[in-house]
């Protein structure tokens, strides 16, 4: 089976603009996470998907937001971005119901100047 | 709030030497999962291994082992004659079961950077 991919793989973007990451979880897999993780702050949780609907989310702004879709493929919208916005973005897919290992992408590493 | 505690920032060893990574955690939850990851530098969160809060026997993975231990809230992982390739950052990670809608969110410790020299 092919794993998480996630694209574009890099992004420089100046301050104010706004990006859209894209995951692509494992094939049968219907639930996908987002998480940020920077030196500063650590690995964090934005937020999870599962059948389109979104089923949790993380302590961040309402700058970050996602959707997805109903092939589970999923995006990740950050809008005005900061500069502290500057981090990598991994992507991570379970097959759904429970406390099920979370299979996570390469990221998507976004600069922010 | 759960918190994942991983107090060794850095560990340098050499190969062959066996190491223990400690992970300690906090949740008011009964259910829960732990779990380890590894980052090599390519940056891709690899899964080792899940434990649920029930389930306390060690596990042993080839040259992997980790050992729960429910009374201390302690979840260590330990690789037996390492290697260079075991070079990478570790991260012990909690998830509570919401049950209220399912899924789950890890929250992730501060890793652990292990280096194997030769």
């Known amino acids: 089976k092919a794993g998480v991919t996630q694209t574009p793989r890099y992004l420089i973007k100046t301050r104010g603009q706004q990006v859209t990451l894209s995951c692509s979880p494992i094939?049968?897999?219907?639930?996908v996470s987002w998480y940020q993780q920077t030196p500063g702050q650590g690995l964090q949780f934005l937020f999870e998907y599962f059948s389109e609907t979104q089923r949790n989310k993380g302590n961040f702004p309402g700058r970050f937001s996602g959707r997805q879709f109903s092939n589970s493929r999923s995006e990740m919208n950050v809008s005005t971005l900061e500069l502290g916005d500057s981090a990598l973005y991994l992507c991570?897919?379970?097959?759904?119901?429970?406390?099920?290992?979370?299979?996570f992408g390469p990221g998507t590493r976004l600069t922010v100047t | 709030a759960q918190k994942v505690t991983q107090a060794q920032t850095e560990i340098s060893v050499v190969e062959k030497e066996d190491v223990t990574l400690d992970c300690v955690y906090e949740?008011?939850?009964?259910?829960?999962?732990l779990f380890w990851y590894k980052q090599p530098p390519s940056g891709e969160l690899v899964f080792l291994i899940r434990r649920n809060s029930f389930d306390e026997q060690n596990e042993i993975s080839g040259r992997y082992s980790w050992n729960f231990q429910k009374s201390t809230s302690s979840f260590n992982f330990t690789i037996t004659a390492s290697q260079v390739v075991d070079s990478a950052v570790y991260f012990c990670?909690?998830?509570?079961?919401?049950?209220?809608?399912?899924?789950?969110?890890?929250?992730f410790g501060t890793g652990t950077q292990l280096k194997v020299e030769l």
């Open positions: 990670a909690l998830s509570e079961v919401i049950l209220t809608g399912g899924g789950n969110k890890l929250t």
């Open positions: 949740t008011r939850d009964t259910t829960y999962y």
């Open positions: 991570a897919s379970s097959p759904g119901q429970g406390a099920y290992e979370q299979y």
């Open positions: 094939s049968g897999h219907r639930s």
